[in-house]
């Protein structure tokens, strides 16, 4: 939409009935965000209490997914060739949901035809249209939670946040520092130079938000919507058309939020091809043929690291957002609540089943033990081997109650990630070893207990080496200083998500602080409450870094929307014309 500019103060005129409905709509939501990303406390326009979305939104979400099973998924894509997908729940059901199979090439030349519109839309408008698209499927966030459930192996709980509003979030922080960024540019200005001797010379300058190009946006099995929507809404509202290219594990959650942004931008009045899926089967692939095509100029990525890499080197055509993970490190040096530092690690090495990139891996611990302040230890020492145990014992504690248990833990993604949890019990020696759960209303689901190893320093193969499950390390040092130093090396070669420190000591404190800043990667401190490391909150929390191997992206800062557009102008003369003089 054009602006007309006050010749005064260069500010825009503009007209409100020029604005697109669904921009009316959402301004004071987007709005809001807006201050939100800015102070980065507490905020979330879509509710986590499940009671919010009606007193039988749990079972109609599940009705609705149990829709899709044996059956079709329908979406008017182009160049269809046939149909796949060969999805199985975690929790042991064949889901047998038949997606379209579409051209790449199809794909890519519809939606750089539907761009041009998109693009001339303005900023507005396509922010409105994306928060519109949020909505809808924040109504959809219990049929969403179903299948994010039965295609990452998440708790029903769990993947109703994640999957729906807490991906919702990180999607509209997207949105919204997209559109800070854009809106930091005047759509035009009356510029004007004074001259010495002849009239000033007047120019009437213009700012087009030019889309780098065709977005591909790489999913992945665990958390689709929650690590999808920031690359896929960044994209979207920025002009560019996004391909979803969804992992063949998990497909679904994927599917209905494409299906639900088509049909929004084809009721605003664009083109429905300004986002597409893209679905291949596990025995034909075809992600890697998609990357490097010349047209695809955005990617976002999270999953395994050679992959990543692979993408670093060969995409080069490409914008590229990778985060892949590492080995996430804890040093436990000192507490003033032994007992609460024990729970909350329980449940973070419980959470998802260790499937989260910014679960825990390695703990480290001095040789001469931890001071403990307070009655859980009366001579204030704990020793290393004896904070294994303890911590082997709270894990176990925890589970006792087996039906809350399998909530938090959820069920094992993968069959591959099971070999791994058995690989390990090789490696080192057994504090507590990973147990099969018997799942109450799923007894085919792969549930797996947290797997407690002790392992030597020098022995860096096993420790170092990232490991995707409920697989922890601990590690003895000589001191506090020398496990820093380890972390510090650590997540320098092979890049963390996350860093932990439980110590009361200010100078501990701020070697940990020291630490996190020279290798660039999220601190914690003494988390004891109901706050655990590898949990981040949209507009409050960055994830990720881009400081260190797990990823070169930070997923809420403004170097992840920046680049996604060109700043194209415009200019001319307006009276008095050069010739007059």
Not at 372 to 395: Q, R, T, W, Y
Request: proline share 5%; hydrophobic share 45%.
């Amino acid at each position: 939409m054009c602006r007309l500019c006050n010749e005064e103060s260069g500010t825009s005129n503009v007209d409100n009935s020029l604005f697109h409905p669904m921009y009316e709509k959402h301004q004071a939501l987007l709005e809001h965000a807006l201050v939100a990303i800015q102070n980065r406390g507490y905020w979330s326009p879509y509710s986590e209490n499940a009671h919010v979305y009606g007193a039988g939104a749990i079972e109609a979400g599940r009705a609705a997914f149990e829709a899709f099973l044996h059956a079709q998924f329908y979406l008017d894509q182009p160049g269809v060739i046939q149909r796949g997908g060969a999805e199985v729940s975690p929790y042991g059901l064949k889901l047998n949901v038949r997606y379209p199979l579409c051209a790449p090439d199809a794909l890519i030349a519809a939606g750089k035809a539907a761009m041009p519109a998109w693009a001339k839309a303005g900023a507005d408008t396509r922010a409105g249209v994306c928060v519109e698209i949020l909505a809808r499927l924040n109504d959809k966030s219990m049929e969403i939670a179903h299948a994010v459930m039965h295609t990452t192996g998440q708790s029903l709980v769990t993947a109703f946040q994640s999957g729906g509003p807490h991906a919702q979030d990180r999607g509209l922080e997207a949105i919204a520092l997209a559109y800070r960024e854009m809106k930091q540019v005047p759509d035009a200005t009356l510029w004007k130079r004074p001259h010495p001797v002849h009239k000033p010379i007047h120019m009437e300058k213009t700012f087009r938000i030019a889309p780098r190009g065709v977005a591909l946006v790489i999913a992945c099995s665990t958390f689709p919507t929650w690590h999808a929507y920031p690359g896929l809404f960044a994209s979207l509202v920025t002009g560019n058309a996004v391909i979803v290219k969804a992992h063949p594990q998990a497909i679904l959650p994927l599917a209905i939020t494409v299906a639900v942004a088509r049909a929004t931008l084809k009721e605003a009045g664009f083109d429905a091809n300004l986002i597409s899926l893209l679905v291949d089967e596990p025995d034909a692939l075809v992600t890697r043929e998609v990357a490097v095509h010349p047209e695809i100029r955005i990617i976002d990525y999270t999953g395994n690291r050679l992959f990543g890499e692979w993408l670093l080197q060969h995409a080069q055509q490409a914008d590229l957002y990778v985060e892949t993970g590492g080995v996430n490190c804890i040093v436990v040096d000192s507490t003033d609540d032994y007992e609460g530092m024990l729970h909350n690690l329980a449940i973070t090495l419980s959470l998802n089943s260790g499937q989260m990139k910014t679960t825990p891996q390695t703990l480290f611990v001095s040789a001469a033990g931890l001071k403990v302040n307070d009655d859980a230890s009366p001579d204030g020492k704990v020793s290393a081997d004896e904070f294994g145990l303890h911590l082997a014992h709270a894990i176990g504690k925890f589970l006792e109650n087996e039906e809350h248990a399998v909530e938090v833990l959820g069920a094992i993604q993968s069959p591959w990630i099971e070999e791994t949890i058995e690989r390990s019990a090789d490696v080192a020696t057994v504090l507590r070893d990973s147990v099969t759960l018997l799942h109450p209303q799923f007894p085919a689901a792969r549930v797996r207990t947290p797997m407690l190893l002790k392992v030597p320093l020098d022995d860096h193969a096993v420790w170092m080496e990232e490991r995707c499950g409920p697989i922890t390390f601990i590690v003895k040092t000589s001191s506090t200083a020398q496990s820093l130093a380890v972390v510090e090396r650590t997540i320098r070669e092979h890049g963390a998500m996350t860093f932990s420190v439980y110590s009361t000591d200010a100078n501990i404190q701020q070697m940990a602080e020291d630490v996190a800043l020279r290798v660039g990667v999220a601190l914690s401190l003494n988390l004891t409450d109901g706050v655990y490391v590898n949990q981040t909150n949209g507009f409050s929390d960055f994830q990720g870094t881009g400081a260190n191997p797990a990823g070169n992206a930070c997923l809420a800062s403004s170097a992840f929307v920046a680049r996604r557009f060109f700043i194209v102008p415009s200019r001319r003369h307006l009276w008095p014309m050069v010739a007059d003089r």
